[in-house]
Nanobody, 117 residues
């Protein structure tokens, strides 16, 4: 089993920054891909950014140039550095682990990010 625990959410003013962390525990494979998704009220969950086991990354167009995903394999932790935040970034952010070997998804419980003045 895999457990994912997010932290770092909160209230920030437009233009501000936040850094989300996701600590993974349990059975972690070196081949696992990690990612961040978000869900705003009344909207579907969408991909924000993901990073493969080889540190290849991709981002949603809406966050390119503002968000950076990274991972520390020694700590089984993935980060999302969010800069130049906008009100439309307000959402619950979910950590995701994708087990390539078995095509399985694991999810954290989410952390709320609110961008407002």
């Amino acid at each position: 089993q895999v457990q994912l625990v997010e932290s770092g959410g909160g209230l920030v003013q437009p233009g501000g920054s936040l850094r989300l962390s996701c600590a993974a525990s349990g059975s972690i494979f070196s081949s696992d891909n990690m990612g961040w998704y978000r869900q705003a009220p009344g909207k579907e969950r969408e991909l924000v950014a993901r990073i493969t086991s080889r540190n290849s990354t991709n981002y949603a167009d809406s966050v390119k140039g503002r968000f950076t995903i990274s991972r520390d394999n020694a700590k089984n932790t993935v980060y999302l550095q969010m800069n130049s935040l906008k009100p439309e970034d307000t959402a619950v952010y979910y950590c995701n682990l994708f087990r390539v070997m078995y095509v399985l998804n694991y999810w954290g419980k989410g952390t709320l990010v609110t961008v407002s003045s």
